[in-house]
């Protein structure tokens, strides 16, 4: 079989040696069809595939580049790390600087610990939660993603029953199903561990209401249980100092990565004074956890992102493009469905129940030059301007009438 593209060359050539032919969420069975699963490089809001294409990025590497791809200061700052020595017998002074950092960025946060990978995050503050409390039940809603380990992991491939022995599950946003969960678990609730929002892939976004937000705090207040509030990926997004200030619900803990470093390996847990001492009793290490030149990279990108104002600099683009999508959508006669907060957005179309529209639509939008994604949460970053939008908008309206000529 001759290869037309380097895409496919390199498809080919990972069938042979990497098992599915690339693993977890990037795996080329989950892109849809026709989209690259090779990238050169990226620049800004814009990224390039390995056959020369580039498009305006909506994805942000699923949410690590928060300041634009290549961001020239945090790179910077990194590099000079980098040239001093990165991984090192002990941590640098950066570690405290950027705990300190995150300690007057985020009020719940009395301290923070380090780690790479949001499952990281997330599977020590499972661990904290349990040795604060003595307790063993963990209180999570179906279909949320906290990560790709056995406790968690979406696929029950390779999963024992035994590694779910203690998650019990309710509906997010229905407090009567919490509340029962909660029972559920009884004297042995360790805590509720809760995303930012509702973002389950292949479903409409779903913000919680302020009374769901608040019962996920009495109840575990009411059981002396810790509230885990999963900002892995909402994180520095929403709000810097954590996704629920909008609500005034601080969790006793929360799990941090993806935005925090614009790209760069970093996760962090966060928590107040009543975990401190189970926090320095847990055993949670990991070879690459000190490393230098990522903290200092984090040091930069939430300086910028302070002094952007982030959140709601992406919440102007994000509503600046929800608008003009839905005026180009409703132009060529489609009804979609915008859900999510503007600067994580998802774009449906009515009745399109196996999204086979939304592909076909994300299909023609990489055509015309922007990189979506029609199941998942898409993500923007400070360096996509009114200009890169307007031009997206463009792109979009190309492709709603190439759609419309189709159906
Ligand atoms: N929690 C949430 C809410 C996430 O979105 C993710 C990653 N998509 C994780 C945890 C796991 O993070 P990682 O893939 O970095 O382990």
Not at 16 to 24: D, N, Q, R, Y
Not at 216 to 226: E, F, G, I, K, V
Not at 346 to 354: K, P
Not at 375 to 380: A, D, Q, T, Y
Request: overall charge negative; aromatic content about 8%; some cysteine.
């Amino acid at each position: 079989l001759a290869a037309r593209t380097s895409d496919e060359a390199l498809r080919l050539r990972a069938s042979a040696v990497i098992p599915g032919g690339m693993w977890g969420h990037q795996r080329a069975a989950a892109v849809p069809h026709r989209y690259p699963q090779f990238f050169v490089g990226g620049k800004g809001c814009r990224v390039s595939d390995v056959d020369g294409n580039s498009y305006i990025d909506f994805m942000c590497s699923w949410g690590p580049i928060v300041l634009g791809h290549q961001n020239e200061a945090v790179n910077r700052a990194a590099y000079g790390q980098i040239e001093q020595g990165d991984c090192l017998n002990g941590p640098t002074r950066h570690a405290v600087e950027l705990a300190e950092l995150l300690v007057e960025t985020i009020p719940h946060a009395a301290w923070a610990l380090f780690q790479k990978n949001g499952t990281d995050a997330t599977t020590a503050c499972v661990t904290i939660a349990r040795a604060a409390t003595g307790r063993r039940k963990i209180v999570v809603a179906k279909g949320a993603y906290h990560g790709a380990v056995p406790w968690c992991s979406p696929s029950l491939v390779g999963v024992t029953q035994e590694d779910r022995a203690h998650i019990i599950e309710f509906a997010f946003n229905n407090i009567t199903s919490l509340r029962e969960a909660v029972d559920r678990a009884g004297s042995d609730l360790a805590g509720i561990l809760v995303s930012s929002f509702r973002h389950d892939i292949s479903r409409t976004l779903e913000m919680p209401t302020p009374e769901f937000a608040q019962a996920c705090r009495d109840l575990c207040d009411a059981a002396d249980a810790m509230l885990i509030l999963d900002d892995v990926r909402a994180g520095f997004r929403l709000h810097l100092g954590g996704s629920w200030e909008v609500y005034g619900v601080q969790p006793d803990l929360s799990a941090w990565s993806k935005a925090i470093a614009n790209g760069w390996p970093l996760a962090a847990v966060t928590g107040g004074e009543s975990v401190r001492d189970a926090a320095s009793r847990v055993f949670v290490t990991g070879s690459f956890w000190y490393a230098g030149a990522p903290m200092v990279a984090a040091i930069e990108t939430i300086r910028q992102l302070h002094a952007l104002d982030a959140p709601e600099y992406l919440r102007r683009m994000g509503q600046r493009l929800r608008d003009g999508l839905a005026e180009r959508a409703s132009r060529h006669g489609f009804e979609i469905i915008q859900s999510g907060p503007p600067q994580m957005p998802l774009v449906q179309f009515a009745g399109d129940d196996d999204f086979a529209i939304g592909e076909a639509f994300c299909r023609e939008a990489l055509r015309q030059g922007i990189y979506l994604h029609p199941r998942h949460n898409m993500f923007l970053s400070t360096a996509h301007g009114q200009a890169d939008i307007d031009e997206a908008l463009d792109a979009a309206d190309k492709a709603f009438a190439a759609l419309a000529r189709r159906t």
